[in-house]
């Protein structure tokens, strides 16, 4: 009996990656190409269907093995007809990818959010594979993230659900580029921590965030961090308002939804057990439910930058079983 195989490809704005991956879950070979927001969709789908066609080359399989192709991309989704409803920027509206993509290819192909993607592969093959209910939190420019619940990708209607980043923690607070204002990624992104350590920066000409980065425009997630862990009060200051936000936040997720798990993701997860005991020491202590009833774990992601290809991979597989 033949082996079967997916393929699960990872969109974004620079470059495309994509893997081989068979049915036990481990990935054959992994390739990349750029993309470019000039190739137009057309010329994108072709770029993507390309890789797909490099990888049943390279490990010299036929296509008639492989049994679909599932894509992670950006922006909003319409994920059961495969359309890219919008991604601002390649400047594409109601894209239809996977048709596109088929037809390229002459195999099934599926898309959904790159953020549902890497949350799907962190909950099936990752930091998550030994539960059934995981939320997956990335701490990026913005927070991203997604929720897998009985196994399954919860995407709300029309796959417009699962917008972690934009539930509101702070009312009339800092305004989020969505329009509103104190939203959960305005105290939680990597881009809302280096906000903070910038000004508190500036507000202490003598902390020791100016020897980790003597230049603010250098300021980086770690330079709080840094500094915090040789003593510096200004940064342990900038740490604890943002493990708070952060706690705050998930805070609500998992009191709405009740996971088993929290992945965290994203160059912030990084400092690892810096991070992460405090932040569970925050959300055990505010948990409507306590955790030695509905026990809680707050995790780092283990896939890295694999997850959404990962997470494409087993989209696919779900939508073909």
């Known amino acids: 009996m033949n082996k079967k195989y997916y393929i699960g490809i990872d969109l974004g704005g620079m470059s495309a990656k994509a893997g081989l991956i068979g ?68 400047g594409w509206k109601d894209v239809p990818l996977a048709r596109l993509v088929s037809e390229e290819l002459g195999l099934p192909v599926f898309v959904t959010n790159d953020a549902n993607a890497a949350a799907l592969g962190e909950a099936r093959y990752g930091s998550g594979k030994k539960y059934e209910d995981s939320v997956m939190i990335t701490l990026g420019t913005g927070v991203g993230g997604g929720i897998v619940m009985g196994g399954k990708l919860v ?13 509101v923690i702070r009312k009339g607070g800092i305004p989020c580029t969505c329009g509103r204002r104190g939203c959960f990624e305005c105290y939680a992104s990597a881009t809302a921590l280096k906000r903070e350590t910038r000004l508190a920066m500036e507000r202490n000409r003598d902390s020791l965030m ?37 706690g705050e936040g998930i805070v609500n997720i998992v009191n709405l939804l009740r996971p088993e798990v929290v992945i965290i993701g994203g160059g912030v997860s990084n400092e690892g057990e810096n991070l992460l005991k405090p932040l569970r020491r925050y959300v055990e202590k505010y948990l409507y439910a306590p955790s030695d009833y509905a026990p809680l774990e707050i995790v780092k992601a283990s896939l890295g930058n694999d997850a959404g290809v990962y997470g494409a991979a087993e989209y696919a597989i779900q939508k073909t079983i």
């Open 23 to 90: 049915e036990e879950g481990t990935i054959r070979c992994m390739t990349r190409v750029e993309t470019r927001a000039e190739d137009g969709a057309t010329g994108t789908a072709k770029r993507i269907a390309g890789l797909a066609k490099e990888l049943i080359r390279e490990y010299e399989i036929e296509r008639e093995d492989v049994i679909a192709v599932g894509i992670g991309s950006p922006g909003v989704i319409d994920s059961a007809n495969g359309v890219v409803v919008y991604w601002s920027n390649f």
């Open 155 to 167: 995407e709300g209607y029309r796959s417009a659900g699962a917008e972690l980043g934009h539930t």
């Open 210 to 246: 100016w020897k980790e980065t003597p230049m603010l425009e250098d300021v980086s997630g770690k330079t709080a961090f840094a500094a915090a862990k040789l003593g510096d009060r200004s940064a342990k200051r900038v740490v604890k308002n943002y493990v708070e936000g952060l």
